[in-house]
Every structure is written in structure tokens, then in C-alpha cells.
């Protein structure tokens, strides 16, 4: 209760905009997590909250696109999809019955650096997920009928995700365009040609090299006894046998950029233009996150954002305009982009863009958007931290993907701490014209049908 309480205090304090002054009078609550290492070399870490009957359990593996093999992008993400399959002693979809059919739920996720399984399920059902999850990390079965169902759902996923939105293409084209040699120029999602050319052979070697105690993270959150919790962990994970192989590690690196460079992309069903630019960013676990996180929301975080402000609502430049510092586990990228108006050009946008960044770098921002910016930042944390499962995905992030699970008390008072200077120097460091990658996004030229004409004219009288 003297947890909620304060946190309560806080988002009220928030919300009013007084920062400082909350900084100040109220300190954000720790989340008082045990940490374990098992001989199979499975890191486990459990936090006591008796607020609700309920429990989250999450287990995450330190695999994701980027470790997916040549020529065979997608693994990661097919296997975040056959995880949900039978095993040596559950039947296909399972896991939907051990949790759905108990008023809890379950999902997974699969991203650059990690992929990750979830579930929250009444405190009394514990041990049965527990079991669960220690089934499908030893035992899953990676059979023909497995592999080719969902193939092709992910397929169907790229078809509905990359291929139909008429921007899909732009945001699968910037990881693309924007790394050369690291593999995360391979989208998560993987390619529909990569995912053909894979064997079952294929599969059955990523999950024997990937999928093991020594590469996974368990947490649990929520109503639970410790010692009860240690027993079931020794009884159902402990026996889970580790490999005698080494997990292979990307250590290639992404070079400094020495120029700028320029695409030009298109689809086939894209109403507006669109721009965007690119810069190479610093890991996730760089001192510097932190200040680029609040430039990000300066610039981006709702209509009162510089770059509304500016290209949506006072030039008309744009009709959306965007940012994100993409922070990953090894190099990332700091994404600016707007889809245009009518009758804009790419070049207008572009401008427009670049001139909000120097604007940044030729001025400290003001108070009042440091303040706003971080309360923004700290309101969204602390949102995420008022359930289990939140708790559970912030000592995951911490854990698995920043390397460092302490992190997960610490990360708050960082960005707290982050002053316009911090903001200044950063924009100055990073969004420099060497380190730019500038992509244009438009619609296809028309292709002549078999009589020469262009496509796409109808005939009159059609409808």
C-alpha cells in the first residue's frame, strides 16, 4: 500500500508539472527483486507483490533477429511462433488452455536483441506455468507439420504488416538502408524468399543452438512464496540440461558512417511521399541513452512536439511527422521521418527536418519542455510499473537485453537527471551530415500493360 501510495503521489506531481519539486519530496519505490543463478547456467529473478492473487511469469532468451543465420532472416520470429506449439507433453496451443482458461492470458515477442514469453494467470496456477515453460524450453517439438503452419502464418504476418499498409515497405526499408554491414540491416520480421528456401534441418539446429537454460532469463512477479517458488524453479528448470556448445555470438560491428547517403524507395500503394533520416545511435546501455530518449519526446511526443508543431501545424508541411531513438544492444539508430501533405516534395519535408534538429543543437531547449519531456518519460515508466507483468518486463529489459538488471532502479533517477545540456551535447555528437542517411518514400511509377499503356488508367465507362 505505501508503494502505491507513493507512486500515486508521484503521477499526481507529474501531471501538475512540477517536477523538480517532485523529484525532490518523492522517491520512486524500488522493485526489490532476488536474483539467482542455476547450475544450467539459467538466470531466474523473483519479485514479492502481494497486491492482487496474481502472478506474472516471463522467460526471455537472449536471441532475436540479429542472430538469425544467413540467408535465413525471420528465424527468431518463426520460433517465437512455434514456441506455441506441442511439446513432449502439451498439445499445440496449450499454453492458450493454461492460461486463457484460468482468466490469464499469454504472448510473446520477438525483437533485434531478445525474444521474449509471457503469461499472468491466478498466484494458485504458478507451478503448472512453471512446468509449462521448462516443457517447451526442453522439449518442444520442431516437427514437418509444425514448421510449415507456422511459416506460413508469419508469411501471412509479412503479407498484412510490410506488404498491404502503404507505408509497410518505408519502415522495413529504414533498417535495411540504414546498416550496412551489422545484421540488423535484417528487419525482425525476416523475408517471404528466406523463410522459403529454410528446412526443417535448419530450424531444429536454431532451436538446439538458441533455446537453452544458459541463454534464458525467467522472472517472476506477483503473489508467490520464495522458498515455495526456489523449490518449483529446482524441480521443473534445474534438470533442463545446458549444451556443451558455445552460443555463438554477433560480434561483427557496424562502421562509423564517413558520408552521407540517399535512397529512394517506393511502393505500390502509397498515397503521399514520405521522407526519412536516419542517424547511427549509441547502444541502449550508452550514458548518453537517456538524454537522446528526452530528445526523442522533445521532439516527437505528441501535437505540442517540435516537429508537429513545426512541419504539421505551422508550415503544413506534413500531415505526420515522427521520431524514435531505436536503441539496441549493440549499435543503434535515431529515426525522423514525416509522410507529406498534398503538393509537398520529399525536399520540403527534409528541410524542414533537419532545420528542428540544428534549432536543437544551435540552443539548449527551454525548462518547461526538459520537464515535460522527462515527466512524460517517468509518468510512462511508472504506469507500466503499477502490474506485475510491468514490473516483470522492466527487470527483463534491464536484464536481458541492457545487461545490467540493477538498471531497473536506477533507469528513472538517469532520466531524471537529464539536463538540457546533456540534450545539447548529444544532438551535437550524433546528428551530424556524415552520419546521416536520408530515404525517400514514393509511390511506383504505373507499369505498362501488354498494348503499351501505363496501368492504373480505366477505360471510360468503368467503374
Known amino acids: 500500500m505505501l508503494r502505491q501510495t507513493a507512486a500515486l503521489l508521484l503521477l499526481c506531481a507529474l501531471a501538475a508539472g512540477v517536477a523538480q519539486t517532485a523529484w ?14 542455476l547450475p544450467n547456467g539459467l538466470k531466474v529473478f523473483s519479485a514479492q507483490e502481494r497486491s492482487s492473487p496474481t502472478v506474472a511469469i516471463q522467460v526471455w532468451y537472449k536471441v532475436g533477429s540479429k542472430d538469425d543465420p544467413p540467408s535465413r532472416s525471420g528465424f527468431a520470429h518463426l520460433f517465437e511462433h512455434l514456441m506455441f506449439k506441442s511439446t513432449k507433453n502439451m498439445k499445440d496451443e496449450n499454453m492458450d488452455r493454461l492460461t486463457e482458461d484460468v482468466g490469464g492470458w499469454n504472448n510473446a515477442s520477438t525483437n533485434d536483441d531478445v525474444t521474449n514469453y509471457y503469461e499472468v494467470v491466478p498466484s494458485n496456477y504458478l507451478e503448472t506455468l512453471l512446468w509449462a515453460e521448462a516443457d517447451r524450453m526442453s522439449g518442444l517439438n520442431v516437427n514437418d ?18 506488404l498491404a499498409p502503404p507505408y509497410g515497405r518505408l519502415f522495413y526499408d529504414i ?43 525467467l522472472i517472476v512477479v506477483g503473489d508467490f512464496d520464495q522458498q515455495q517458488l526456489d523449490s518449483w524453479v529446482d524441480k521443473y528448470f534445474a534438470k533442463v540440461a545446458k549444451p556443451d556448445t558455445p552460443i ?21 500503394n502509397v498515397p503521399l511521399p514520405a521522407v526519412a533520416i536516419t542517424y547511427l545511435a549509441p547502444p541502449v546501455s550508452s550514458p548518453d541513452a537517456d538524454a537522446l530518449r528526452v530528445a526523442e519526446s522533445i521532439l516527437s511526443n505528441g501535437e505540442s512536439s517540435r516537429l508537429y508543431q513545426s512541419l504539421v501545424y505551422s508550415q503544413q508541411i506534413a500531415q505526420e511527422a515522427f521520431g524514435n531513438a ?29 532545420a528542428e534538429l540544428k534549432k536543437m543543437q544551435d540552443a539548449p531547449v527551454t525548462k518547461a519542455e526538459l520537464d515535460k519531456a ?14 506485475n507483468s510491468g514490473k516483470a518486463f522492466a527487470i527483463g529489459n534491464a536484464a536481458a537485453v541492457v545487461g545490467d538488471a540493477s538498471r531497473v532502479n536506477t533507469d528513472i533517477e538517469r ?3 537529464v539536463t538540457a545540456a546533456d540534450i545539447q551535447r548529444v544532438m551535437r555528437k550524433y546528428f551530424t551530415d556524415t552520419n546521416r542517411v536520408v530515404i525517400t518514400y514514393q509511390a511506383e511509377a504505373p507499369k505498362p500493360d501488354k498494348t503499351g499503356a501505363t496501368g492504373g488508367a480505366q477505360k471510360e465507362g468503368s467503374r
Open 24 to 37: 525532490a519530496q518523492t522517491r520512486v519505490p524500488p522493485i526489490n527483486y532476488r536474483e539467482r543463478t
Open 145 to 162: 507439420k509444425n514448421f510449415h503452419s507456422e511459416r506460413d502464418v508469419v508469411k501471412e504476418e509479412f503479407n498484412t504488416s510490410v
Open 175 to 217: 533498417d535495411k538502408d540504414s546498416f550496412t554491414t551489422h545484421p540488423y540491416h535484417r528487419p525482425t520480421i525476416g523475408s517471404k524468399e528466406d523463410l522459403d528456401a529454410a528446412t526443417l534441418e535448419d530450424v531444429r539446429a536454431f532451436h538446439s543452438t538458441f533455446y537453452r537454460p544458459d541463454n534464458a532469463v
Open 248 to 268: 555463438p555470438r554477433v560480434t561483427v560491428q557496424e562502421p562509423p558512417r564517413t558520408s552521407e547517403k540517399r535512397f529512394d524507395e517506393a511502393g505500390p
Open 326 to 354: 531505436d536503441l539496441r544492444q549493440d549499435q543503434g539508430i535515431f529515426v525522423l521521418g514525416a509522410i507529406l501533405a498534398s503538393d509537398k516534395k520529399p525536399a520540403d519535408a527534409e528541410r524542414a527536418l533537419l
Open 374 to 387: 522527462v515527466n512524460q518519460l517517468v509518468a510512462s515508466q511508472l504506469r507500466e510499473r503499477e502490474t
Open 415 to 417: 532520466l531524471q537527471a
